[in-house]
């Protein structure tokens, strides 16, 4: 199973028009630096993007934990 994230779901409301969907990152500078940050946070681990190691590495440990609680 590979992560997919919602990029929607991290945009600021004002990135949404009114259909609910998601500008290009060109229609303003305002929206290309936050689409910029947002790559910057998130983006693969083999260009040296850490946090999504460390947050998966966080994950597994909760459901390592959730399941031995379930066990006991």
Do not use: F
Request: aromatic share 6%.
């Amino acid at each position: 199973m590979s992560y997919k994230p919602n990029l929607a779901a991290h945009m600021p409301a004002a990135a949404l028009n009114a259909a609910g969907s998601v500008h290009s990152p060109s229609t303003s500078m305002a929206t290309s630096s936050q689409y910029r940050q947002l790559l910057s946070d998130y983006g693969p681990p083999s260009l040296g993007y850490t946090q999504i190691i460390h947050a998966r590495g966080l994950v597994r440990e909760c459901l390592a934990e959730t399941e031995r609680n379930a066990r006991s």
